[in-house]
């Protein structure tokens, strides 16, 4: 006789992995190319993505020609937004906008087709105009790259929207009828009428021009993709999109080799998806047009675009001024740490250390030191002896924002060293590739400051804003309070030593009377 299987007890809702708020929130984007819905946790500074999931429809197909949707498109459309709208009832989305772009406001048969999509997703559809587009893209950038200053620009299958971002300040937007899909048909699909569309817009354009020396932000599938091909060529140890940086020069001559239109023969082009490729080599000359009016000093993806700058400018005032990256670490320390309060007591604990030791720090090193604080704790559930391999992995690919590539090593790094010592033995060499002397070199002082201050603490709050530190000479002196005098012990002496020396400095344990 078979035995009774065991009573399951039911699983409480939400998650504990999950965080409370105002969500799940969908956002779905019917553009000139691709229709898309992300499903958020919620409304937040940095927001994480339940679900995501495209369908390339195409609906921008032969607008340039005939001025209408093609009924193959909106049918594919329309059967896309019956799964969103199931998904997203499934997942009890709270809130749930729908945004169409150039090709639903510029065909003629754009209203009955917006009409139908309104019936299916039970909700209105706020059909952008392109300066709207343009803005909401520029948003994107704002929320997602600290303190931006350049030109973002969004590439669609019908259009393309530019503008001026400095930090959250926008200037105007322009838009050009330059999409992928446009492009091709209005240049009967040759690359060298289409490079001549696109320089006959852009070559003059004021507000490319004022985009001299700083930033270019590149928004959208197809340039993403592009980056993704330069990725993989260049055999870049990290295979993040957000913030992937190509400097101009290199980009422009990466961008010539795509736009001779001989894409299946290129180098990795497995990496792009099939369905991507014909439209590769026009962003590709779209965007070295870009670069030779503009004259960026780099190109930078943006992994956030129109849909997150919606979100964004939802949140309150004090909300965006949060930073993304701290926020980030902090709903990850929470979600994954021992102790997050005895976590947040570790920024001031290492800025004492630092201040000491002499170590001078940018702001934006003062904010990744902040960040790695916060994630020194999230792999303690591994085993001990990949606890710094797992950290290393979840940070150099997390979803974060607000951090470029040389940060995420810094964050990385730091953490490693926290765990595995201040040695490089087991330190991946694709990982070093992205660390400049000065990135280690701070890494490894907060490695092991966050190593001393764990066998203090023990992942126990309110121990380290007990424990004094101060400098005598060349000593680095722990001053600990003589009810905490047990502390005091071996492996304490051996990690201030150790930090010590980095200052070239020696430790002195004090017990207080």
């Not at 209408?68 to 909106?74: E, F, G, M, N, V």
């Not at 729908?98 to 309104?118: H, Y």
């Not at 930033?215 to 060529?233: C, E, K, N, P, V």
């Not at 047990?486 to 980095?502: H, M, S």
């Amino acid at each position: 006789m078979a035995a009774e299987a065991p009573e399951r007890r039911p699983i409480a809702e939400p998650a504990p992995g999950r965080l409370p708020g105002n969500g799940p929130i969908a956002v779905v984007d019917i553009g000139s190319n691709s229709v898309r819905l992300v499903v958020y946790e919620r409304l937040a500074r940095s927001p994480t993505v339940v679900f995501n999931e495209k369908v390339l429809a195409g609906l921008g197909r032969g607008i340039a020609k005939t001025g209408r949707l093609i009924d193959q498109a909106t049918d594919q459309a329309l059967v896309a937004l019956q799964r969103f709208r199931q998904i997203s009832d499934q997942l009890g989305v709270r809130s749930f906008d729908v945004l169409a772009t150039a090709a639903s406001r510029d065909a003629e048969n754009g209203p009955a087709f917006i009409a139908e999509v309104e019936r299916i997703c039970r909700s209105p559809v706020t059909v952008l105009s392109g300066a709207s587009e343009a803005r909401y893209a520029a948003l994107g950038v704002a929320s997602g790259i600290h303190d931006p200053n350049g030109i973002a620009g969004d590439l669609g299958g019908g259009s393309l929207e530019i503008v001026d971002v400095r930090g959250s300040e926008m200037g105007g937007g322009q838009t050009f009828p330059l999409g992928g899909l446009r492009l091709q048909e209005a240049s009967d699909a040759s690359l060298r009428k289409a490079e001549k569309i696109a320089a006959d817009l852009l070559a003059t354009d004021p507000l490319l021009a004022a985009g001299e020396g700083r930033d270019f932000y590149a928004i959208g599938g197809t340039w993403r993709s592009l980056a993704r091909l330069h990725m993989f060529q260049t055999g870049y140890p990290l295979h993040v999109m957000h913030q992937y940086t190509i400097q101009a020069g290199e980009a422009l001559e990466f961008c010539r080799t795509v736009a001779r239109g001989n894409i299946d023969t290129l180098d990795s082009i497995e990496v792009v998806s099939r369905q991507r490729r014909a439209l590769l080599p026009y962003g590709a000359l779209v965007l070295a047009q870009i670069i030779r009016t503009a004259k960026p000093r780099s190109v930078v993806l943006s992994a956030l675009g129109l849909r997150e700058g919606l979100l964004y400018e939802r949140l309150s005032e004090a909300e965006r001024a949060a930073d993304p990256l701290i926020s980030a670490c902090e709903e990850l320390s929470f979600l994954r740490s021992r102790s997050p309060r005895m976590v947040a007591e570790l920024p001031a604990f290492t800025a004492r250390i630092f201040e000491l030791m002499g170590i001078d720090e940018t702001a934006d090193e003062r904010r990744l030191r902040v960040g790695a604080c916060l994630l020194s704790d999230i792999g303690w559930r591994a085993h001990p002896d990949y606890r710094g391999e797992q950290s290393v992995a979840i940070i150099s690919n997390a979803s974060f924002i607000g951090v470029d590539h040389h940060g995420r090593a810094y964050l990385a790094l730091a953490v490693y060293y926290r765990h595995f010592g201040l040695v490089d033995d087991a330190l991946s060499p694709r990982l070093r590739e992205l660390a400049t002397t000065r990135i280690k070199d701070r890494a490894r002082c907060l490695g092991a400051a966050l190593r001393l201050a764990y066998v203090l603490a023990a992942s126990a709050p309110g121990v380290l804003p007990r424990i004094g530190i101060d400098s005598a000479g060349d000593k680095l002196v722990l001053r600990i309070p003589k009810d905490l005098a047990p502390l005091d012990g071996e492996v304490v002496r051996k990690r201030l030593e150790q930090l010590a020396r980095l200052g070239g400095m020696v430790g002195s344990p004090v017990i207080e009377s």
